[in-house]
T-cell receptor
Framework: DTAVSQTPKYLVTQMGNDKSIKCEQN?????MYWYKQDSKKFLKIMFS???????INETVPNRFSPKSPDKAHLNLHINSLELGDSAVYFC????????????FGSGTRLTVV | AQSVTQLGSHVSVSEGALVLLRCNYS??????LFWYVQYPNQGLQLLLK??????LVKGINGFEAEFKKSETSFHLTKPSAHMSDAAEYFC???????????FGQGTTLQVKP
């Protein structure tokens, strides 16, 4: 069983489109995160939810909107996609007190053309 | 503000040689520190984490790291490199009440036959 699963793995879309990335964790963690990895492999947090409540909202364009229907799911919706949104997006769950630390999904490679 | 700095964006070693990847942290409180590995086109996998229980932390795949408060360092080592260790390595610190993970810039480890 995959602990943190993201879909889709690859996403190619045109500028101006709206797209969503889904994330699910079966680890029972209360906290989930979205990270963005740019072309230079730098990882930066975007959002975090704790038990469906938004607790971290970094400086991210309003076009990005996370949604957490329950504590096992954290989806990321992106409106009006731009070329600069091309990156790998990682979902994660857990935390520093969790024995396994932060568990990451395998990533979604978004390419905007 | 808490942060981590990885010294050396690229490290090259011969197979069987010692691996040393450097990480220095900045923190005004006892830090929670992590090392993650990312293989090509994959997610991040936890190698080990420091949570103040012991200064020498042993992780998976033969890696270990030593927390040195006096040097504000958390360097990652492995006595003998394998070809399969070639990957990107990230040092990270968990900060604040939200527990968000702040990553270093990453170090690419190349292992030569």
């Amino acid at each position: 069983d995959t602990a943190v699963s993201q879909t889709p793995k690859y996403l190619v879309t045109q500028m101006g489109n709206d797209k969503s990335i889904k994330c699910e964790q079966n680890l029972g963690h209360d906290t989930m995160y979205w990270y963005k990895q740019d072309s230079k492999k730098f990882l930066k947090i975007m959002f975090s939810y704790n038990n469906k409540e938004l607790i971290i909202n970094e400086t991210v364009p309003n076009r990005f909107s996370p949604k957490s229907p329950d504590k096992a799911h954290l989806n990321l919706h992106i409106n009006s996609l731009e070329l600069g949104d091309s990156a790998v997006y990682f979902c994660a769950s857990g935390g520093r007190e969790t024995p396994s630390g932060y568990t990451f999904g395998s990533g979604t490679r978004l390419t905007v053309v | 503000a808490q942060s981590v700095t990885q010294l050396g964006s690229h490290v090259s070693v011969s197979e069987g040689a010692l691996v040393l990847l450097r990480c220095n942290y900045s923190s005004s409180v006892p830090p929670y520190l992590f090392w993650y590995v990312q293989y090509p086109n994959q997610g991040l996998q936890l190698l080990l984490k420091y949570t103040s229980a012991a200064t020498l932390v042993k992780g998976i795949n033969g890696f270990e790291a030593e927390f040195k408060k006096s040097e504000t360092s958390f360097h990652l080592t492995k006595p003998s490199a394998h070809m399969s260790d070639a990957a990107e390595y990230f040092c990270a610190v968990s900060v604040g009440n939200t527990g968000k993970l702040i990553f270093g810039q990453g170090t690419t480890l190349q292992v030569k036959p």
